[in-house]
């Protein structure tokens, strides 16, 4: 799974025209309560606001953005595959 966490300025929903989010902590909530939890493998967005998680077993992931690492409104995260789907 990856993608980019961004901020949406034109609030269009295109990664494009939005600006990518250094730092942000992107998690898969594997247990679908919606915040991030112990276990929870994580990963930090990189200078342009990537992530990508490696070695998934095949099947379905809520990929998750913990707010508290963003610091500014509700980032939209911008799938380069399909959320959710590995292998």
């Not at 980019?4 to 300025?9: A, G, I, T």
């Not at 494009?16 to 942000?24: D, E, K, N, T």
């Not at 342009?48 to 990929?63: D, I, N, V, W």
Request: no cysteine; aromatic share 6%; charged share 15%.
């Amino acid at each position: 799974i990856q993608g980019v966490v961004y901020d949406d300025q034109l609030s269009n929903g295109d990664p494009a025209a939005g600006v990518g989010i250094p730092g942000a902590v992107v998690y898969l909530d594997t247990n679908g309560n919606g915040q991030r939890d112990a276990g929870e493998p994580a990963t930090p967005t990189d200078p342009s606001g990537g992530y990508a998680f490696h070695g998934l077993a095949a099947g379905s992931y809520a990929a998750r953005v913990d707010l508290s690492s963003v610091g500014r409104g509700t980032p939209a995260p911008a799938y380069v595959v399909p959320a959710g789907t590995a292998g």
